[in-house]
């Protein structure tokens, strides 16, 4: 708990709606669309002739996070950018966020105010306003529900069908890195539980660590595409793993895929960190999940333009649904992918 | 649990993707503004002119319902229905629900179709498209998040603020059934953990058994109000009570209030079963909850007209804010209102 050395408050003597106000009287709404924001029934934005895009997530403690070692502050900033990139996903411009929290009496009214510091934190990051907040009390531990809600022009909405044939496979960032972050929290964890060592030695890791706690959605390639005149035939982020959505996009497509190791994206302290823990790097950039990268596809005409993308990756193309979903090894050995991403969460 | 008779498939057998095709396969969508619906990353709509709206709610197993004497059929619909009672609180027309479901392995594919059932029913009814649906998993029982989508034209949106002094106070149908038939249900669970009989004796009672159950979004009064050409000068959803609710709209509006016992809707059987039970019906439709009846205000010239319409009653008025808030009994007492409603949740 992020909550140790502060002065505890209740939230059963707060009271609820006392703790809203707590919590959202200084919010100052920043977007123009935003009628409505907290404090009412709903929140109610106007966009016209555009489309109005919104993305829920559900985040339980212990399922999603493990507040032995996520900060909440963190976990708000991380839990805001997930909504906001399957909103970014649909090539949409993210403007609010609805909030709904279920908090047990373990968490005090400090707590709740660190994580909503988080998600505020996010929010300004990307321009969202905070447009509803609801707490609840929960029987166990902490459930956070976020809707974030956009527009984007209906000509440039991007879904997860939409490509074709021989058309190329980009990413955005790198992959893997959330994963071994996860790995180093884990395994200092275990030292803490083991010897009561709570100095954990993190330095060097930084990058690993802030993609596993403070993952950033990808505005910046959304904005990029649009400003390259680049419409993706289809998106969708990577929270499971970059083979398990790849394969959701070939199967919902009904196509097949080649992609190679050697041009998918992992940060070279990936591979030595995951080299330090006998792990082989490419397993955990497939499989490893919680990137929150954007996987697109684009015409091969776009090749010229979108090669000049910073951060952007071609990492292979579509093929005709017989030739299966493939991996090409660095020593060109084919082998087929398989979706290794958790299954049930 | 609804599943006890039928066959069980494990959610972890099936996978995620699977069960979220089978139980979205068949939906069709209804909505013309509904531009994608479920199997992608996010919900996209259209409202040209129009006001976007959304409510989000948060559903906690032992916090908000009790599966015991919840069928999950009933529960999805319920839910989705207080999710829409939100938005109609505003003044909007619902159009979309976004779903997220975290279950824990307690739960077979059978329970959460039953659930959605439920979900879909409601839908259904009121015209609603399910346009996003997410499953994750729990470890500690079902969490449902809801954010209902809607729209309204912009000279048309109420909110909790706008009321002044002497402007009438509307509610629509009556008070305190839905406590009352909790109070049966949770009888008949202890009869039933203490005797072993499960056949609860609910003859004569289903009125208060579906107003705990089944409460249904007031959109007949919000279709009403439209038709009579009334536009409430604030409104809110009653779901902590009577009291609390007139005593939030007298804060936000810094307002005092008066209304009459008398004037306050109860129904006959409502009436009836709590004298059996022993408690004061009026205390129950004050302070009883889960009533999600609509709460408005109206300009004094619009009472021959509110009066018109079925199942609204003027239970009294807003005064200036020294007055204070109160209620005048059926032997002409004045006593404070005060909000005994449920804290924290």
Redesign the interface.
Known sequence: MADNDTPRNE??QL???NLISKLTDDIKLEQPTT??GP????????????????????F?E???FDLSYFPLKHLGYKCAGIAVS??L??N?TPS?L?????VSNRFSVEAVEELLTGLRACCHYYHLDI??L????????L?I?L???GS?E?DR?T??TGTHENELICVSGDFGAAYAGLLLLQREKQVFETTGNSQPDFEGYDYLLERQLKPEPRLDIVEALRKNDILPTA???VSDGLASSLL?ICH?NQLGCTIYENKTPVDPLTFQTLRELKIVATTVALNGGEDYELLFTVKQDDYEKVKTIENVSVIGYMTEPNAGCNLITNDECQISLRAQGF???
């Open positions: 939230i059963s009271g609820k709606f009628v409505v404090g009412d029934d709903a929140a109610a934005a106007r966009f016209d002739n555009r489309l109005t895009v919104a993305a829920s997530k559900l339980l212990n399922v999603h399957d909103l996903a649909m949409a609010q609805t909030v709904n929290l279920a447009a509803t609801d707490i609840t009390s929960s029987v166990s531990g459930a529900g809707t974030a809600i984007v209906p909405l879904r997860r998106m969708t982020v959701h919902l299954q049930g969460e």
